[in-house]
């Protein structure tokens, strides 16, 4: 999953027990936060600043066992499951989806199954 995700300011995925329903959430480390990404990149000029993000699973979320299950026999479905569930996170953050349209077609797939 981390080297799905490298190129995506994600320093880590981790299991947490703090998320009640919702199967991924994103965190930050260091210095910026994602609420201070999302107002200084908001500022009228051109430096973006990205912050260090961790996405956490739910640990006692079923989407984990499913994870599990992958890692051991599908690395291709897990790619997949992976670039959807980092998608999630962003939107449930408030951040904008790198490419809309792989997500779509992603969805879809596991949709029409």
Known sequence: MKK??????????????RLKNHPVCLS????????????????PNDNKVNAKMVLEINHDH???EKLEELHKNNKEELEKY????????????GLP??????????I??????
């Open 97 to 106: 989806i790198d490419n809309p349209t792989e997500i779509s077609n992603l």
């Open 4 to 17: 799905t995700l490298e190129s995506n300011n994600i320093c880590d995925i981790k299991f947490t027990n």
């Open 62 to 64: 079923p989407i984990k």
């Open 28 to 43: 930050s480390v260091g210095d910026i936060s994602l609420e201070m990404q999302k107002v200084l990149n908001a500022l």
């Open 82 to 93: 992976t670039k959807i569930l980092y998608s999630q996170a962003r939107l449930i953050e």
């Open 108 to 113: 879809c797939e596991y949709l029409s199954k």
